[in-house]
């Protein structure tokens, strides 16, 4: 609980990936992939419930292992490539039959985000008043340096600057990624929006990139391995 508002937690994950099958309870560090969000929002200070979002029984149970809540299975329709994850979150809120003030969206894989970071988000949204939070980190690349390529195969470039590609670094604006690790918005205004990010309302809590990794593909976890065994 933060401010008198109560705070319910969401981790997502999915039983079916196509590019790294299984990976929601692959082992990283020697504990299921998921395991890690479980961890991180135990370590909250402000959460008041943490409930995972899986269609899958074997993610569910490793959940549980955890420490997690896990009462219920995600419906089938809410587990496709194509749902949108919004469906998912409101699921557990309306199925738990609860009123929480804010939700805070976890995704399993993102793994090496800090309790600390779901903190700091969360308060970020309270105690500015903005109806929604969400993590980014730094771009490793600029979009000013970042080009397209006509039908002749001609450069131009992607956002259009008086620039070159020679120009300092620091001389351009700051970039940023959303990272997919942390999420929170106001329960009502996420009903109605149906989305935790709209230009100029959305709030970004930076991340540093090491606890930014969102794995996707074996690079990205293979990346998240060598991340974690240097962060133990």
């Known amino acids: 609980m933060i401010g008198g508002k109560r705070v319910l937690a969401v981790i997502a994950a999915r039983g079916g990936s196509k590019g790294l099958p299984g990976k929601n309870i692959r ?6 992939l998921i395991a890690w969000s479980v961890e991180a929002a135990k370590g909250s200070a402000l959460l008041d419930r943490v ?5 899958d029984a074997d993610i569910a149970a490793a959940a549980r292992a955890a420490g997690a809540e896990a009462p219920f299975l995600r419906p089938p329709e809410l587990a496709t490539d194509d749902a949108n994850i919004i469906d998912a979150v409101l699921h557990v809120i309306d199925t738990l039959g609860e009123k929480p003030d804010y939700v805070v969206l976890l ?5 090496l985000r800090l309790a600390a970071d779901i903190d700091s988000c969360l308060r970020l949204c309270v105690e500015t008043g903005a109806p929604a939070a969400c993590g980014v980190t730094p771009a490793p690349k600029s979009p000013y340096w970042m080009f397209r390529l006509d039908a002749e195969g001609r450069v131009h470039p992607l956002i259009e600057r008086d620039t070159s590609p020679g120009e300092q670094r620091q001389a351009l604006p700051p970039a940023y990624l959303a990272n997919g690790a942390v999420f929170v918005a106001q329960t009502d205004w996420l009903r109605r ?4 990010w ?3 309302i959305t709030l970004g809590y930076v991340m540093p990139p090491e606890r930014s990794v969102d794995i996707d593909t074996v690079l990205d976890f293979r990346l998240a391995e060598v991340l974690a065994a240097g962060a133990s």
């Open 27 to 32: 082992p990283l560090g020697g504990r299921p």
């Open 51 to 55: 409930v995972v979002s899986t269609d």
């Open 107 to 111: 995704q399993a894989t993102s793994p």
């Open 193 to 196: 929006e149906r989305t935790f």
């Open 198 to 200: 709209r230009p100029g």
